[in-house]
T-cell receptor
Framework: DTGVSQNPRHKITKRGQNVTFRCDPISEHNRLYWYRQTLGQGPEFLTYFQNEAQLEKSRLLSDRFSAERPKGSFSTLEIQRTEQGDSAMYLCASSSTREFAYEQYFGPGTRLTVT | QQPVQSPQAVILREGEDAVINCSSS?????VHWYRQKHGEAPVFLMI?????EQKGHEKISASFNEKKQQSSLYLTASQLSYSGTYFC????????????FGQGTELSVKP
C-alpha cells in the first residue's frame, strides 16, 4: 500500500505567477485534505474532498486558491497571482470513511517559495 | 478554536518519560496525534475517539478526557528517535474529519 505522494516537492516562483500542485492519495481513500504549514506552526486546514465533491473550504482561503479532485482520485491545488505570503509547505492528507476511525495520512508536502 | 498544547518544549535524557497535553475549548469527537521531524511531513501516531476507542501504531500511549476536552500523550522510556515536534489535531462533531492543529510541542531527547 503506497503512501500519499505530492508533486513537485519544491517550487520556487516569482510573485504574480500561477502554480499548481498535485496530490495522489492512498488508493481507495475517499477523503482528501489540503493543509498549509508555515515555520513553527501546526498545519492549517485549507479544504477537503469526499470523492470528487469539495465539501468545505476554509474562510481564510482567498479566491486565488482553487482545488479540484476530478474522478475522485488525485487532486490539484492551484494558486493564482502568487504573493510572498503564500510561501509555505502545502500538505495533502487522505483518509477512508470505510474505517472506523478516520486516520489521516500525510504526504511529504510541496514547499513553495515566492520571490 | 485552536487547541492549546503544553509544554511548548521539553528536553529529555534517553530513558526518561514525558507527557504532552492538548486542551480544547470546543466539544471534540476525536483527537489525533502526530510527530513531525524537521523538513518532513507529520507522521500519524495515535487517534482517540469519543467513547474511549484508542488506536496507535507505536509503543506510545494516550488518553482522552471527554468532559474536559483534553488529551494527553505519554512517552515512556524515551528514545533518541522520539525527538521532533508533536502536534495534536482535534476534530469536532460533523466536521468531515477536518483537523485543527495545536501549535506543537518540541521534544528533544539527548543521549
Amino acid at each position: 500500500d503506497t503512501g500519499v505522494s505530492q508533486n513537485p516537492r519544491h517550487k520556487i516562483t516569482k510573485r504574480g505567477q500561477n502554480v499548481t500542485f498535485r496530490c495522489d492519495p492512498i488508493s481507495e481513500h475517499n477523503r482528501l485534505y489540503w493543509y498549509r504549514q508555515t515555520l513553527g506552526q501546526g498545519p492549517e486546514f485549507l479544504t477537503y474532498f469526499q470523492n470528487e465533491a469539495q465539501l468545505e473550504k476554509s474562510r481564510l482561503l482567498s479566491d486565488r486558491f482553487s482545488a479540484e479532485r476530478p474522478k475522485g482520485s488525485f487532486s490539484t491545488l492551484e494558486i493564482q497571482r502568487t504573493e510572498q505570503g503564500d510561501s509555505a509547505m502545502y500538505l495533502c492528507a487522505s483518509s477512508s470513511t470505510r474505517e472506523f476511525a478516520y486516520e489521516q495520512y500525510f504526504g511529504p508536502g510541496t514547499r513553495l517559495t515566492v520571490t | 478554536q485552536q487547541p492549546v498544547q503544553s509544554p511548548q518544549a521539553v528536553i529529555l535524557r534517553e530513558g526518561e518519560d514525558a507527557v504532552i497535553n492538548c486542551s480544547s475549548s470546543k466539544a471534540l469527537y476525536s483527537v489525533h496525534w502526530y510527530r513531525q521531524k524537521h523538513g518532513e511531513a507529520p507522521v500519524f501516531l495515535m487517534i482517540l475517539l469519543k467513547g474511549g476507542e484508542q488506536k496507535g501504531h507505536e509503543k506510545i500511549s494516550a488518553s482522552f478526557n471527554e468532559k474536559k476536552q483534553q488529551s494527553s500523550l505519554y512517552l515512556t522510556a524515551s528514545q533518541l528517535s522520539y525527538s521532533g515536534t508533536y502536534f495534536c489535531g482535534t476534530e469536532g462533531y460533523n466536521q468531515g474529519g477536518k483537523l485543527i492543529f495545536g501549535q506543537g510541542t518540541e521534544l528533544s531527547v539527548k543521549p
